[in-house]
């Protein structure tokens, strides 16, 4: 029998077309079937929820986090974010650290977030594979998995500068960094000749798995996640995919708008943020939360970022909204959170707004998400309900992984 749930009688926000007043979505076995108005269909046997007063949004698109690798309040013990002891990670996945007991998604659905891009850190040139995930669900990570093969993080910039320098290694200078990521991405040309020239010949091939990673880089099947600040490294970041023919994606981008315009003509996205930070160091100097605003004016496809743990991931909306205050319009905000990242990151298959064919991930909120008072009431991943009133409590609660066991903790 088919799992039916309606959310009615809400203000629908679609954010892929226009809002809705009375709207109705229906979600059919984890997709969304219908979002229409009030003379929308509600199938038999459905679920219904009344969003009578409420705003009815998808979830959030978290594209560039460490939930779950660098755990809040873990400390070191928790922190699996860098593998810094090979400038050259192409090997490493993000997926192998992800604790989804960690804290951070619990503060992810009551932020709205049913999407999240875990990335490895910027400790490296070449951090490894990253992996998109719903933040809630599923018995084991695997079952949250959305996308598992996504991108690959790198870093330009201070980061690999400090890390591999204070060990006086490469890389310790700027050049250094750039010659590490030609240098891995020469020998990955290489490995993929010699691969294809093996089965051509139907002969055995000795398979390395961070060539096989940045081959895929190549070929265009993994994005390029690249972090940088600093308008020079972006430049060196555009150099070096334009030198080797991949899909850049700017991460960070503090500087970005010096040169926006570059990034627009050559349809270059930015994964904008944090925005709640201090200037920690010298390529964040020039940080400000206008910034932003200055690239979607120029026409630059944006996203924004937590960081999380930088900033902590139900705290994406509320940098939305500042930057709002600093000159972004409303609209463009909420598509950088939904749309937006879904598109750049090639999940809008699945994700970032609501029509049919789409994941049932939707969010019912007091009100606008982008004013500073409304609340999350429910979150539904894929039409289950995740996030949900508490009868007993003033705030809703998380559905806990240890109810499908009729336990009511953990705890014996």
């Known amino acids: 029998m088919a799992r039916i749930i309606a959310v009615t009688g809400g203000y629908v926000v679609p954010v892929s077309s226009d809002p809705i007043e009375n709207g ?15 003379d929308t269909a509600v199938p038999d046997g459905a679920e219904v929820v009344d969003a009578t007063g409420s ?3 998808p979830g959030f698109v978290e594209s560039h ?12 013990s928790g922190n699996d974010t860098n593998e810094m002891t090979d400038p050259n990670g192409s ?7 992800i604790d989804i007991e960690e804290v951070g998604f619990r503060d992810a659905l009551r932020g709205g977030v049913t999407t999240a891009v875990i990335k490895p850190g910027s400790g490296n040139p070449i951090g490894g594979r990253t992996v998109a995930i719903k933040t809630w669900g599923g018995r084991t990570v695997d079952e949250q998995i959305l996308a598992a093969d996504v ?15 204070d060990k006086k290694q490469t890389p310790s200078t700027r050049l250094g960094v750039a010659s590490v990521l030609r240098d891995a991405f020469v020998a990955a040309q290489t490995y993929a000749d010699k691969r294809t020239a093996a089965a051509d010949k139907d002969e055995p091939f000795e398979r390395d798995l961070g060539k096989e990673t940045l081959a895929a880089v190549l070929s265009g099947e993994l994005l390029w996640d690249q972090h940088c600040h600093r308008h020079d490294d972006i430049a060196t970041a555009i150099r070096l995919s334009e030198e080797f023919g991949y899909a850049l994606i700017v991460n960070h981008g503090t500087e970005a708008h010096k040169i926006a315009d570059v990034l627009a003509e050559k349809q270059i996205p930015v994964i904008f943020g944090p925005l709640l930070t201090s200037r920690s160091k010298v390529e964040l ?14 026409g630059v496809k944006v996203a924004i970022t937590t960081d999380h743990p930088v900033v902590p991931i139900d705290q994406i909306r509320l940098q939305a909204i500042l930057a709002v205050r600093d000159g972004l319009s409303a609209d463009t905000a909420l598509q950088a959170l939904t749309t937006n990242p879904a598109d750049i990151l090639r999940l809008n298959e699945r994700v970032g707004a609501l029509e049919p064919g789409r994941d049932g991930d ?8 982008l004013a500073v008072d409304s609340r999350v009431q429910r979150v539904f991943i894929e039409g289950r309900a995740v996030y949900e009133p508490d009868p007993d409590a003033a705030s809703p609660r998380v559905v806990e992984r240890w109810e499908r066991f009729g336990r009511t903790s953990w705890m014996a």
């Open 24 to 38: 109705t979505v229906v979600v059919t076995d984890g997709v969304i079937t219908a979002v229409g108005g009030p």
């Open 55 to 57: 705003w009815v949004v």
């Open 65 to 76: 986090g460490h939930l779950g690798v660098h755990e809040d309040g873990e400390g070191w």
């Open 91 to 97: 090997r490493f996945r993000a997926l192998d650290g």
């Open 151 to 165: 991108s690959v993080k790198s870093a330009l910039g201070e980061n690999p500068k400090r890390v591999y320098g």
């Open 285 to 298: 100097r020039d940080r400000a939360i206008g910034n932003l605003a200055l690239l979607a004016e120029a």
């Open 362 to 369: 939707v969010v019912v909120w007091s009100g606008d998400p």
